[in-house]
């Protein structure tokens, strides 16, 4: 035996029992998960106020438990163990992440993650109702609040290069304000040009997307849909809420929800298909990782890849719908039956200013991203009250996408992240995620160049396989970078993503290659 090092019987016994205690810690958070979803879908208004308790106690006691000394010695125990062991091994990634993790988290006291669970948990039932009657003056104290928790939840973390950084790296391991800002400025500059030559153009009729059509049936449809690109239904359930969102509390239970529109057609289907990206991602994770911090996404910008490629890359390509439209005419002859399917085509791609983030086209849907990420660090920094976030908000819709939200309700109520969670860190995620869906998607053409047609056909087996095999089952195994590189042989790269719109929106809407002016006819 190696001095220093621990017989193999004893690291065995040692890492059993760190399983078996991080997967103690991972039900009590699953539990407080479930408590969350639970309010977010059927709870009455009344429960509220127990449930913030209720939640806040259950992430106490999994934060006192995940902090233990006792489970940071274990940590270091198997440290020299995991040196002898593959990197790519399970045991070597769960050892590695588990000191990540721990070291992170010693850093946290318990109660603030017990008052700011309760928090979030008080003012997001508040914004249930502040956002329908357009009331910020209600949210104002809980948003002012939750700057405070966001700063406070920083300073766990000095030294840092941005008040931003602690909150980026636990979404976004590896990121940082000043990589995004990099990262932000050149696909400003690329996308501006594209929205501009797009958006000087007559608007795309988007009308048979905007008729009457009744709620169950669309329900049903995206269902359907979502089921036939992979989501499992005897692992998952589709749910009604405010605002749409996926929720894992084991391998075996992963749910989404959706909301539906009778007067929009686009909202439920690609809300759904948004939702069944992310479930997809955790339904492909190893069920040996299950219990562990690695049963679980690797990042918040790989979870959005999935969303956004399966909603966005996949679901509203022409070859897709040459598959589904067909059923979709039938559930709604009356609305679709004269409606041919290059018009469907171009509405379900329409590309126009927007003032809501949710509804936003491809092209314009960064600059949204880009407006609350900017807004945020502001908020941290100081330089932006909480009081003139409103105005701001306008002021920087205008400025950004040319167009300006008439009420609080569309402005700065419209998302609910800064409501119910910390500032910072929530929104870059989602540019991230499209960068990444594109190369990803890239990669799988290349080994399967088939894939197009294959969709077109109605079989996503092949695409499903690929991100399951080189992106999902890993889970948190590997940092995102690292995972990125191993999965398509390069750094994340903007230029498949710019490819993709280019070549897409170019054909769309006429854009001469490279320049985006307008191709004219004559």
């Known amino acids: 035996m190696t001095a220093g090092k621990p017989a193999r019987r004893s690291a065995e016994q040692m890492l059993n029992e760190l399983k078996r205690q991080l997967r103690e810690i991972s039900d009590l958070n699953a539990v407080g998960d479930v408590l969350s979803w639970d309010q977010a879908t059927y709870m009455p208004e009344g429960g509220a106020g127990a449930r913030g308790r209720q939640r806040a106690m259950l992430n106490r006691l999994a934060h006192e438990r995940a902090i233990e000394p006792a489970l940071g010695g274990l940590i270091d125990?198997?440290?020299?163990?995991?040196?002898?062991?593959?990197?790519?091994?399970?045991?070597?990634?769960?050892?590695?992440?588990?000191?990540?993790?721990?070291?992170?988290?010693?850093?946290?006291?318990?109660?603030?993650?017990?008052?700011?669970?309760?928090?979030?948990?008080?003012?997001?039932?508040?914004?249930?109702?502040?956002?329908?009657?357009?009331d910020f003056a209600t949210m104002l104290p809980y948003l002012e609040r939750t700057l405070d928790l966001s700063?406070?939840?920083?300073?766990?973390?000095?030294?840092?290069?941005?008040?931003?950084?602690?909150?980026?790296?636990?979404?976004?391991?590896?990121?940082?304000?000043?990589?995004?800002?990099g990262l932000f400025g050149e696909l400003k500059r690329q996308l501006v040009p594209m929205v501009r030559a797009i958006c000087e153009q007559p608007g795309v009729d988007d009308s048979s997307l905007r008729q009457t059509f009744a709620k169950a049936a669309q329900f049903d449809f995206a269902l359907h849909v979502a089921e036939c690109l992979?989501?499992?239904?005897?692992?998952?359930?589709?749910?009604?809420?405010?605002?749409p969102f996926c929720s894992r509390f084991s391998a075996g239970d992963i749910r989404i929800t959706t909301?539906?529109?009778?007067?929009?057609?686009?909202?439920?289907?690609?809300?759904t298909l948004h939702e069944a990206g992310h479930a997809m991602y955790e339904q492909g994770i190893s069920t040996a990782l299950d219990g562990t911090p690695l049963?679980?996404?690797?990042?918040?910008?790989?979870?959005?890849s999935q969303s956004r490629l399966w909603e966005n890359v996949v679901a509203r390509s022409r070859g897709f719908w040459e598959h589904f439209y067909p059923r979709l005419q039938q559930i709604f002859p009356q609305q679709l039956s004269s409606v041919p399917l290059a018009t469907f085509h171009r509405a379900i791609n329409k590309?126009?200013?927007?003032?809501?983030?949710?509804?936003?086209?491809?092209?314009?849907?960064?600059?949204?991203?880009?407006?609350?990420?900017?807004?945020?660090?502001?908020?941290?920094?100081?330089?932006?009250?909480?009081?003139?976030?409103?105005?701001?908000?306008?002021?920087?819709?205008?400025?950004?996408?040319?167009?300006?939200?008439?009420?609080d309700r569309d402005g700065c109520l419209q998302d609910a992240h800064w409501y119910s969670g910390y500032i910072g860190g929530g929104f870059q995620s989602y540019a991230i995620g499209n960068i990444l869906s594109a190369q990803f998607y890239a990669a799988a053409l290349k080994a399967y160049p088939d894939v197009v047609h294959e969709?077109?056909?109605?079989?996503?087996?092949?695409?499903?396989?690929?991100?399951?095999d080189n992106l999902c089952r890993h889970g948190g195994k590997f940092a995102p970078n690292y995972l990125v590189e191993r999965a398509t042989g390069a750094a994340m790269q903007m230029s498949p993503y710019l490819d993709y719109l280019h070549e897409k929106y170019g054909a769309l809407y006429r854009l001469l290659p490279g320049n985006d002016q307008v191709l004219k006819t004559h």
């Open 77 to 134: 125990g198997l440290t020299r163990y995991a040196e002898d062991l593959l990197y790519d091994s399970d045991e070597a990634s769960l050892i590695r992440v588990a000191r990540r993790d721990f070291q992170k988290k010693i850093k946290i006291p318990s109660d603030h993650v017990e008052r700011v669970t309760s928090h979030f948990s008080t003012s997001y039932d508040a914004w249930t109702r502040a956002r329908p009657t357009n």
């Open 351 to 407: 590309v126009a200013r927007t003032v809501i983030r949710t509804d936003a086209d491809e092209v314009t849907y960064n600059l949204h991203i880009m407006l609350r990420f900017d807004l945020e660090n502001k908020l941290l920094e100081g330089e932006l009250s909480v009081k003139d976030l409103p105005e701001a908000w306008r002021a920087a819709m205008q400025a950004d996408l040319g167009i300006a939200p008439s009420d």
């Open 259 to 271: 909301r539906v529109n009778e007067n929009d057609l686009g909202d439920a289907l690609f809300s």
């Open 151 to 181: 700063r406070e939840y920083s300073s766990y973390f000095v030294p840092y290069n941005h008040v931003a950084d602690p909150h980026i790296d636990d979404a976004d391991e590896g990121m940082t304000a000043a990589s995004i800002s």
């Open 455 to 468: 969709i077109a056909r109605g079989e996503f087996g092949t695409l499903h396989a690929w991100v399951r």
């Open 230 to 243: 992979g989501y499992d239904l005897k692992r998952g359930r589709l749910d009604l809420t405010h605002h």
């Open 295 to 304: 049963g679980q996404g690797v990042s918040a910008g790989f979870h959005e």
